[in-house]
């Protein structure tokens, strides 16, 4: 099976690594506050100390990962992360395993915003031809989103 990374485990996070581990796959997830790593570890991922807003942090992560869930969504007040941040971790792809990027474009924000970062991840696709699929399920509707992030990745590990 894969191992997927997912960047931004919080509460919906979490759940998606619950159905992933559930279907075989090895999950790794990601936070930037140390006191929620042990949620994570009990959602069945390996905790990860890193922080969207520094690549850098994240690079460790990476290692062996098939697929990327940039869980960005709901991350309030951090424009960024759909646009320089989400163009400098397609950036880094390049030179990993990584064969697949979902990546999250719904929730509370600006729909600008959103388009913003639609519009660098589908650019980023093109450059380096690393699949490519945008969840646009709504946040809120937990059992919806949940069903369509599962396809999203199932769907980039050819299932």
Do not use: F
Not at 12 to 35: F, I, K, N, S, Y
Not at 115 to 123: E, I, L, P, Q, T
Not at 135 to 156: F, N, Q, Y
């Amino acid at each position: 099976m894969a191992r997927v990374l997912i960047v931004g485990c919080g509460c919906r996070g979490q759940v998606l690594a619950g159905e992933l581990r559930a279907a075989g796959h090895a999950v790794r997830g990601t936070t930037r506050d140390r006191e929620r790593l042990p949620a994570i570890a009990a959602a069945g991922a390996e905790p990860y100390l890193g922080d969207p807003d520094r690549i850098a942090t994240l690079m460790e992560a990476l290692t062996g990962v098939t697929i990327v869930c940039w869980l960005m969504g709901t991350a309030e007040g951090a424009p960024e992360l759909h646009d320089g941040r989400l163009r400098m971790l397609w950036e880094k792809l390049v030179d990993t395993p990584v064969r697949g990027v979902v990546y999250e474009a719904a929730g509370p924000l600006d729909p600008d915003v959103y388009a913003r970062g639609r519009s660098v991840a589908a650019a980023a696709h093109a450059t380096w031809m690393i699949p490519l699929r945008v969840l646009e399920a709504d946040p809120a509707d937990h059992p919806g989103w949940r069903e369509r992030a599962v396809e999203a990745v199932s769907s980039l590990l050819g299932g």
